[in-house]
């Protein structure tokens, strides 16, 4: 027997706050609907995850929680539920850089670039006197 089929992964339990209802109107998507059309999956079927339970036996597919999960900006862990909803967001740029669309890390990026550039000369004109 592998060590793996005795591994037991601690969970914490779930509070009744941790809902993707929640989840989706904290990102700003008022109605299933319209985030249903976001993801580009039928209203009934987002609807259905929502109303579905917690855990490895919620049935959302894991393609589907990832896919909200990014359009979220938040962990598969809270799609999902098994982490609470009320637990504090990771502290830090990284995290929050990982979210964005390819366009927003691009924005990001140029503007990490100007204020590089900027400092960059604030320290050459320092020298200089």
Not at 22 to 41: N, Q
Request: charged share 25%; with cysteine; proline share 5%.
């Amino acid at each position: 027997m592998s060590s793996l089929t005795h591994a037991r992964i601690p969970q914490r339990p779930i509070g009744g706050k941790r809902t993707l209802q929640c989840l989706r109107r904290k990102a700003g998507y008022r109605s299933a609907k319209d985030f249903a059309e976001v993801l580009g999956i039928p209203m009934s079927t987002y609807t259905r995850y929502e109303r579905a339970g917690v855990g490895a036996d919620c049935g959302i597919p894991l393609a589907a929680a990832w896919q909200i999960a990014d359009a979220l900006g938040c962990s598969i862990d809270l799609v999902v539920g098994r982490e609470d909803i009320d637990t504090p967001a990771p502290q830090g740029v990284q995290p929050r850089y990982n979210v964005l669309s390819a366009e927003g890390r691009q924005l990001v990026d140029s503007y990490l670039a100007f204020v590089e550039e900027s400092e960059a000369s604030r320290a050459r004109l320092a020298g200089g006197r």
